[in-house]
């Protein structure tokens, strides 16, 4: 039904559709990246982004979010895409322009986005996005969290 959508809409003439490329979570589900030819981000991809990071990726940082920053500039040839954008505020999306700083940005084998920040001195931070609100967590079986306990009642004498 979909692909007849799509070619009902590209043959049109009077149509003026457009088709961009949406990424889930083989066994959520989730909507985990989203694709745009555009060198701004489109609001649906921002809010996107400043769901995912919450505060300023800079891992020294946890200012609010007021830029959607392209890791990779746009004119180097940086896509606009959720892997490559990272929630900052105006300050550290400033400083990344000076000389010697070098963004990376990657999608780990979960999907967790991850950001590396090089400075100018060679230094390396890394950065993680915070679990996603209604992701689910690592869960215990009883016998650990009792076995857990034991251990630690057991050390504390």
């Not at 929630?87 to 550290?92: E, L």
């Amino acid at each position: 039904m979909a692909c007849q959508l799509v070619n009902r809409a590209v043959s049109d003439d009077r149509s003026h559709a457009t088709l961009r490329r949406l990424y889930r979570h083989p066994d959520s589900g989730a909507l985990i990246a989203m694709e745009s030819r555009a060198r701004a981000f489109p609001k649906g991809l921002t809010r996107f982004i400043a769901v995912r990071d919450d505060t300023c990726r800079t891992p020294y940082c946890d200012a609010p979010i007021r830029h959607t920053d392209h890791a990779v500039d746009h004119a180097t040839g940086g896509p606009t895409t959720a892997v490559n954008g990272r929630g900052t505020c105006a300050g550290c999306n400033y400083d990344k322009q000076a000389p010697g700083w070098r963004v990376s940005t990657h999608r780990d084998r979960d999907g967790t986005h991850t950001c590396e920040i090089v400075t100018p001195t060679g230094a390396r931070h890394h950065s993680q996005a915070p679990p996603l609100p209604g992701r689910p967590g690592h869960r215990r079986s009883i016998v650990e969290v009792a076995f857990a306990d034991h251990l630690a009642w057991r050390n504390a004498a």
